[in-house]
């Protein structure tokens, strides 16, 4: 008796098994042999088959291979997802940069104001980053029960399923404000650095 013999999918629950030992109606083999004597192995079995099996050749496949066939789905879907993330990235970082440019170069003339009164670099770059700082945090808000509404709809097609980790979450937040911080930041340390009295002349 074993427990849990799960012979398909995670999408289907493990059903009644019955095992038993017959030469009569053997079609398939388990076979566990050593990994630097696979080839070797493997012609030998094709070729000792062939005495049981009418002279004809044995087919065969790896046992970590079947098990990838069976999330084949999951895996492609996986890949995707992490493609359109990537481009998602980038894309909102052109559009970080972007916006900053155009509300930094709107606020050239209070820079140069604030550093000519002694405001250091480190206070131009908190009183430039602060808004994203703050957008970045309100959009994790929203998102994180978002993707955890979603993601617990597509676990729904598994019999045997994960909780979403508050973690994974949380790392994904912090990653996104560390995207965010750097993207505006290498803007607002350079506005944060121009020359002054080019600042005040700036039209």
Known sequence: MVKDFNQHSLREPVAATIMRYS???????????????????IKF?????KDFNKGKQMSYEFFDERIDSLFEDEQQFSNMIGYFTCLAIF????????????????????????????????NIFYL??????????????????????LLNIWLQNFAYKTEPDIWSFTISAIVALVITVVTVGFRAVKSATINSVESLKYE
């Not at 970080?96 to 550093?115: D, M, N």
């Open 23 to 41: 030469t009569k109606y053997v079609n398939e083999i388990a076979v566990r042999i050593r990994q630097l004597e696979i080839s070797k192995t």
């Open 45 to 49: 079995i094709q070729n000792t088959s």
């Open 91 to 122: 894309i909102a970082c052109l559009g970080l940069f972007g916006i900053s440019l155009y509300v930094f170069q709107q606020r050239v003339k209070e820079i140069g104001i604030r550093t000519i009164m002694g405001a250091s670099t480190i």
């Open 128 to 149: 430039l980053t602060k808004d994203f700082i703050v957008l970045s945090i309100i959009s994790s808000v929203i998102a994180v029960p978002i993707v955890i509404y």
